[in-house]
């Protein structure tokens, strides 16, 4: 938690501290169009294993991959992977398997205000025996940390079909090229 917390506190600072002039940058930053990125983030679930041990908090990784048409809009695919094996009970009956279940979705970016991107989209839960449709709604805060660099904390929301919901919250760094 400690070392979580300095590393968030670290990267605002870094982030603050390196955005001298945000007009200019945001206006070069955007004649890149693509934008590629490395999430780590927790997922928090209302979920229990076969045994009745609650599941809660998950760890995942995720790769975002984005191309953005204007400084406004664009479109990205962002995948994760949450590291976890365990196995739940559906229906009172029915166990399956999540054994490091992947999660890619293809969302709509809008950014409406600097600095502040609003995502969504629908995606599929990859498990080894069934797959789950999905809808992902989330909020990045991006902050330029120079050269075309980005990092910025996330929050995402995972409207699972006939599934645990999902809440993910995360910090990614990308660049833009």
Same mark, same amino acid.
Request: hydrophobic residues 40%.
């Given at each position: 938690?400690?070392?979580?917390?300095?590393?968030?506190?670290?990267?605002?600072?870094?982030?603050?501290?390196?955005?001298?002039?945000?007009?200019?940058?945001?206006?070069?930053?955007?004649?890149?169009?693509?934008?590629?990125?490395?999430?780590?983030?927790?997922?928090?679930?209302?979920?229990?294993?076969?045994?009745?041990?609650?599941?809660?908090?998950?760890?995942?990784?995720?790769?975002?991959?984005?191309?953005?048409?204007?400084?406004?809009?664009?479109?990205?695919?962002?995948?994760?992977?949450?590291?976890?094996?365990?196995?739940?009970?559906?229906?009172?009956?029915?166990?399956?398997?999540?054994?490091?279940?992947?999660?890619?979705?293809?969302?709509? +970016?809008?950014?409406?205000?600097?600095?502040?991107?609003?995502?969504? &989209?629908? #995606?599929? !839960? /990859?498990? =080894?025996?069934? %797959? @789950?449709? +999905?809808?992902?709604?989330?909020?990045?805060?991006?902050?330029?940390? &120079?050269? #075309?660099? !980005? /990092?910025? =904390?996330?929050? %995402? @929301?995972? +409207?699972?079909?006939?599934?645990?919901?999902?809440?993910?919250?995360?910090?990614?760094?990308?660049?833009?090229?």
């Amino acid at each position: 938690m400690r070392i979580t917390l300095f590393t968030v506190l670290f990267l605002l600072s870094a982030g603050l501290n390196a955005q001298v002039d945000t007009h200019d940058t945001h206006k070069s930053e955007h004649n890149s169009h693509f934008k590629a990125g490395v999430v780590l983030c927790h997922t928090f679930l209302q979920s229990h294993d076969v045994t009745g041990h609650p599941i809660v908090d998950v760890p995942a990784v995720g790769f975002d991959l984005e191309y953005w048409f204007d400084h406004r809009l664009g479109i990205g695919t962002h995948n994760d992977i949450e590291i976890i094996n365990k196995q739940v009970q559906v229906d009172q009956h029915i166990e399956i398997d999540h054994e490091y279940p992947i999660i890619t979705t293809l969302d709509l +970016l809008w950014q409406p205000i600097h600095h502040v991107v609003l995502f969504g &989209g629908p #995606g599929v !839960e /990859f498990l =080894p025996d069934h %797959s @789950y449709y +999905l809808t992902r709604l989330g909020v990045d805060f991006e902050v330029s940390i &120079g050269h #075309g660099w !980005e /990092f910025w =904390p996330t929050v %995402s @929301y995972d +409207l699972i079909t006939h599934h645990e919901n999902a809440l993910n919250i995360g910090i990614g760094v990308g660049h833009r090229f």
